[in-house]
Antibody, heavy 119, light 110 residues
Framework: EVHLLETGGDLVQPGGSLRLSCSAS????????MGWVRQPPGKGLEWVSG????????YYADSVRGRFTVSRVNSKETLFLQLNNLRADDTAVYYC????????????WGQGTLVTVSS | QSVLTQPPSASGTPGQRVTISCSGS????????VTWYQHRPGAAPKLLIW???QRPSGVPDRFSGSKSGTSASLAISGLQSDDEADYYC???????????FGGGTKVAVL
């Protein structure tokens, strides 16, 4: 059974940084595209970033490009999202997700971790 | 405002059929396949439809997807109270080089 567990969410001041982690189990981690999707309070889901199985290719939403960095350590079956220069509108629940095949097709999701950006 | 346009809400009585539309453009829906997710409050999103009309195992055949040109739709037949949730269409955008989510449609079972 696939299991994804996000950690690292916290309250951080504007301009601050945070690193989210997603620990995976139950599948061959290195074979799958992984992604991050977020949901701001009271709003809809928003794709944040995706990374290929080998980590060589990564993609970002315009709203986070240049501030967020996705990475993975396949030997530790862990996905990361480094969040820098955080803004109030980055406040959201951040979900880690495993792709079925394409970058937009996530067949397994974690329960999410809350990032709050506020002074 | 999302590049993929969905109606904010839809509703029906138990047993009815509800259809949710998703309108895009040539750089996204027109060039790529569409995925649909169901998201209930407090739960993780759930994959409903992928590659326009494919259902993962475990998803009832009451849910069906279709795509034509730059638009896609999700149909829910035999509506049940358990279907109350937010539904999102998703696809890749070749111009943005990234994934797009529609704004979401809240389905209510009256």
């Amino acid at each position: 059974e696939v299991h994804l567990l996000e950690t690292g969410g916290d309250l951080v001041q504007p301009g601050g940084s945070l690193r989210l982690s997603c620990s995976a189990s139950g599948f061959l981690f290195s074979s799958y595209v992984m992604g991050w999707v977020r949901q701001p309070p009271g709003k809809g889901l928003e794709w944040v970033s995706g990374i290929s199985g080998n980590g060589y290719s990564s993609y970002y939403a315009d709203s986070v490009r240049g501030r967020f960095t996705v990475s993975r350590v396949n030997s530790k079956e862990t996905l990361f999202l480094q969040l820098n220069n955080l803004r109030a509108d980055d406040t959201a629940v951040y979900y880690c997700a495993k792709a079925l095949n394409y970058y937009d097709t996530f067949d397994s999701w974690g329960q999410g971790t809350l990032v709050t950006v506020s002074s | 405002q999302s590049v993929l346009t969905q109606p904010p809400s839809a509703s029906g009585t138990p047993g009815q059929r509800v259809t949710i539309s998703c309108s895009g453009s040539t750089s996204n829906i027109g060039s790529n396949t569409v995925t649909w997710y169901q998201h209930r409050p407090g739960a993780a999103p759930k994959l409903l439809i992928w590659s326009n009309n494919q259902r993962p195992s475990g998803v009832p055949d009451r849910f069906s997807g279709s795509k034509s040109g730059t638009s896609a739709s999700l149909a829910i037949s035999g509506l049940q109270s358990d279907d109350e949730a937010d539904y999102y269409c998703v696809t890749w955008d070749d111009s943005l080089n990234g994934v797009l989510f529609g704004g979401g449609t809240k389905v209510a079972v009256l």
